[in-house]
């Protein structure tokens, strides 16, 4: 049980921090909190909201690998260096994808809802 409630601070503790100090992070949230009723009346069905809101989860979830592997590397070299800027830009990448993912099951779920698809 102590293992449960320290993993769980751990987690406050790193949403708190993000929240703080990452805009993307911050944005993410608030588009989150703002697709939950939106989603809801958007979605065909609760499996789809499920799936609009879980595209939302994953974006934030690899915003917050991306922004580690950043203070990371910052904290290894703090100067320029071309493979960590290379590591930056993969970190980066993965979030690009995550964003067409939830661009692309929101863009479904509307069709659906709208008899498009």
């Known amino acids: 049980m102590k293992r449960i409630v320290e993993a769980t601070l751990n987690t406050g503790r790193g949403l ?3 929240l703080r100090t990452e805009a993307a992070f911050r944005e993410e949230a608030v588009v989150f909190l703002a697709a939950l009723p939106v989603g809801w009346l958007i979605a065909p069905s609760v499996v789809w909201y499920v799936a609009m809101l879980s595209a939302l989860l994953l974006v934030m ?6 922004t580690a592997i950043e203070k990371l590397a910052d904290h290894v070299t703090p100067e320029r260096h071309p493979n960590i800027g290379r590591i930056k830009d993969y970190g980066s990448a993965a979030v690009a994808c995550v964003l067409l993912l939830a661009g692309l099951v929101w ?6 809802r709208f008899g498009l698809i």
């Not at 863009?107 to 659906?112: C, D, K, M, S, V």
Request: charged content about 5%; proline content about 0%; overall charge negative.
């Open 107 to 112: 863009l479904a779920a509307l069709a659906t």
């Open 16 to 18: 708190g921090h993000a």
């Open 61 to 66: 979830a690899v915003e917050l690998l991306n």
